[in-house]
């Protein structure tokens, strides 16, 4: 069962919804077939993982008792539950969107040729609401054009047809909307063009450009912080188009539908990220600005989930520009959220990285020592880290024999990571191994081995092999100066 698509549907749906979807196969609006019920009800249970998988046998005995199992018959019950389900996602859908429903019901009035006495005050009434809700998104200049469409088929109904009617306000909203969904789209290509090719003429984008650059529908902000996100593509005012986006974004934040939000502080971040990948190192504190947003306006949230890659990259930032104590404070307030199956490796290895940082070993080791780490990723960042805290606290012995266990782990494991990221590791693993050997006093092998880096510097944290290295050739000279 767990391979179909109904069954794959109930596993994805909460069981707020499902109770939801119950209540409407119940209220008399779909077929009400006691046996389609009982499926539900057998079957949701086992998709959110609650009780045990049934076979279709099972499921047949408990709801047809001892009559001889039908394959078709039971195929044919599982269609009819797939088909209430589609029905009834639709109906709880459109009865929460409550825009939808208004104009709805202002087509079907004008539909029935209602007398204006009904339909001009329901138009009135559905503006007022429309224009009093607290968040816009580019659907709102949507709704708002369905609705003038409706007004002026009324008006030309009961007007003359030379009246100018409202066909200005239609034509604003339909640009709008027009406007806003055409740098969307723009926005998505350009977006990706870093990572696939993508070859699309986008019509009329040149045209937007131009008149919002005539300093036309910039007093719309979704329009203005749209037009900004693209623009950050273009390489020759990018970084001015970044930082218009960031300040209009942040004062309008609070007006934007989440989902609005989320695209455009996605885009800032990502412009953030791209910046740290060219070295422009103050970026690092605009990403964690970003992420502080996102994280305040629930933004990196699915479902109530928050994913463990981004929960890590949220904790590296933090810990680049030292913000130590925030990350600690992070680490323990939202660990909570991420995938069950991830909560503990992804907590521990977090705390083990950030203790390493603050220069409490002891702490690094109690983290990172007793949690089993099933992602290779999470299980090559905490032997980096444990390998760089044996070296740190000088233990040469403990060092010696971690090493081979370590490119053990990393050949074993090697089917199963790219070229480049073995070879990283691989090196990173032959030069500590070397350093632990040379003594402090060898001044040469260190200069040796700081050359051998800067020649292919493609090692992972390279940074921190560089800094070591670097403080003992200090040392030496210190050491060298005073014995004169």
């Not at 919002?212 to 693209?230: S, T």
């Not at 001015?240 to 971040?269: G, H, Q, V, W």
């Amino acid at each position: 069962m767990e391979k179909t698509k109904l069954y794959q549907l109930l596993n994805q749906i909460s069981d707020r919804e499902i109770k939801r979807i119950k209540s409407f196969l119940q209220s008399g609006l779909s077929s009400d077939s006691p046996k389609v019920i009982k499926l539900l009800d057998l079957l949701a249970p086992s998709a959110a993982g609650t009780s045990a998988i049934l076979d279709k046998e099972k499921l047949w005995r408990k709801i047809f008792g001892k009559e001889a199992f039908n394959d078709g018959r039971f195929r044919k019950l599982c269609t009819d539950l797939f088909s209430e389900l589609e029905s009834a996602i639709a109906h709880i859908q459109f009865h929460d969107n409550q825009k939808s429903k208004s104009v709805h019901y202002l087509h079907y009035l004008r539909q029935q040729e209602i007398d204006d006495n009904v339909m001009k005050p329901a138009i009135s009434k559905t503006k007022k609401q429309l224009l009093n809700r607290k968040k816009i998104s580019g659907s709102t200049y949507y709704y708002q054009y369905r609705i003038e469409e409706i007004e002026y088929e009324t008006l030309q109904h009961s007007s003359s047809a030379w009246s100018p009617a409202n066909i200005e306000a239609l034509d604003q909203n339909l640009n709008q909307f027009f406007i806003i969904e055409k740098l969307r789209v723009a926005l998505s290509i350009f977006s990706r063009q870093k990572y696939i090719q993508i070859e699309k003429e986008l019509p009329f984008l040149n045209t937007i450009f131009q008149l919002i650059e005539e300093q036309q529908f910039l007093d719309n902000p979704i329009i203005k912080l749209y037009y900004y996100a693209v623009k950050t593509y273009q390489s020759e005012i990018a970084d001015e188009m970044y930082y218009a986006l960031k300040d209009t974004l942040l004062d309008c934040i609070d007006i934007l539908e989440p989902s609005n939000s989320r695209e455009l502080s996605t885009i800032a971040l990502s412009y953030c990220i791209g910046k740290i990948n060219q070295n422009q190192t103050q970026f690092y504190r605009e990403s964690f600005e970003w992420y502080e947003t996102m994280l305040a306006n629930r933004l990196l949230m699915t479902k109530e989930v928050l994913p463990s890659t981004t929960f890590r990259n949220i904790v590296l930032i933090a810990i680049r520009i030292e913000e130590f104590e925030w990350a600690q404070n992070f680490i323990e307030e939202n660990h909570g959220y991420l995938e069950a199956d991830k909560q503990l490796a992804t907590k521990m290895l977090s705390l083990g990285q950030l203790y390493f940082n603050m220069k409490e070993y002891d702490k690094v080791m109690e983290s990172l020592m007793n949690v089993e780490y099933l992602d290779v990723s999470f299980n090559l960042q905490s032997k980096l880290t444990l390998a760089a805290t044996y070296y740190e606290l000088n233990e040469k012995i403990l060092l010696t024999n971690f090493l081979p266990t370590f490119n053990t782990y990393l050949r074993r494991k090697k089917p199963s990571m790219s070229a480049d990221k073995f070879h990283r590791h691989l090196r990173f693993i032959s030069i500590l191994g070397q350093m632990i050997k040379i003594e402090d006093h060898e001044i040469h092998k260190w200069e040796a081995l700081q050359a051998k880096i800067a020649s292919d510097s493609k090692i992972v944290s390279v940074t921190w092999l560089n800094q070591k290295i670097a403080e003992k050739l200090k040392h030496q000279v210190i050491n060298s100066s005073d014995s004169k």
